[in-house]
T-cell receptor
Framework: GQNIDQPTEMTATEGAIVQINCTYQ??????LFWYQQHAGEAPTFLSY??LDGLEEKGRFSSFLSRSKGYSYLLLKELQMKDSASYLC??????????WGAGTKLIIKP | IAGITQAPTSQILAAGRRMTLRCTQD?????MYWYRQDLGLGLRLIHY???????GKGEVPDGYSVSRANTDDFPLTLASAVPSQTSVYFC????????????FGPGTRLTVL
């Protein structure tokens, strides 16, 4: 079966760095997406990785290792507005997204 | 209109009633999707459409139907609602059905009593 695992909840301090991990087992691989979702709102796109390595975009970076079925999202210089759920999704061989349950990130002052 | 709109924003529905959730996009995207989001679970694909005139079944299609008469609109119909269909429903679109980013509408919160 297809499976995406990520921690349910994480807590971090304003100004710090946090790493959210995602492991996956899917039928085929056409890339991994990270989305941010604030409570009561729609998911919004953060990053896409299809090749191994690190993609940096401002305060956010995303890493992929296809051989290990592993990705992480790194958030630097945390701000209170980063309090949200972070969703990991893998595009399978049919180009359909398989979603993790999301990681709720709580930022404390 | 900018992006994707969904209507209604929220709805309380009696079990057994028929309900259509509306979704419209103005980005001329070819592919559109319907997901449901339940607490503790990832988004689950209900139905999708790769291009106008075609539709396909996702992971959880039972009890739902869709149509894609044109590029912009992708309504989702619950023929006879049941309490297990209580959920938040998101419509999304992408430029193509390939390795393209999906963009989401604001969602419809549906409660079936």
């Amino acid at each position: 079966g297809q499976n995406i695992d990520q921690p349910t909840e994480m807590t971090a301090t304003e100004g710090a760095i946090v790493q959210i991990n995602c492991t996956y087992q899917t039928s085929g691989f056409n890339g991994l997406f990270w989305y941010q979702q604030h409570a009561g709102e729609a998911p919004t796109f953060l990053s896409y990785n299809v090749l191994d390595g690190l993609e940096e975009k401002g305060r956010f970076s995303s890493f992929l290792s296809r051989s290990k079925g592993y990705s992480y999202l790194l958030l630097k210089e945390l701000q209170m507005k980063d309090s949200a759920s972070y969703l990991c999704a893998v595009m399978d061989s049919n180009y359909q997204l398989i979603w993790g349950a999301g990681t709720k990130l709580i930022i404390k002052p | 209109i900018a992006g994707i709109t969904q209507a209604p924003t929220s709805q309380i529905l009696a079990a057994g009633r028929r309900m259509t959730l509306r979704c419209t996009q103005d980005m001329r995207h070819n592919a559109m999707y319907w997901y449901r989001q339940d607490l503790g679970l990832g988004l689950r694909l209900i139905h999708y459409s790769n291009t106008a005139g075609t539709t396909g079944k996702g992971e959880v299609p039972d009890g739902y139907s869709v149509s894609r008469a044109n590029t912009d609109d992708f309504p989702l119909t619950l023929a006879s609602a049941v309490p297990s269909q209580t959920s938040v429903y998101f419509c999304a679109s992408s430029e193509t059905s390939g390795r393209d980013t999906q963009y989401f509408g604001p969602g419809t919160r549906l409660t079936v009593l």
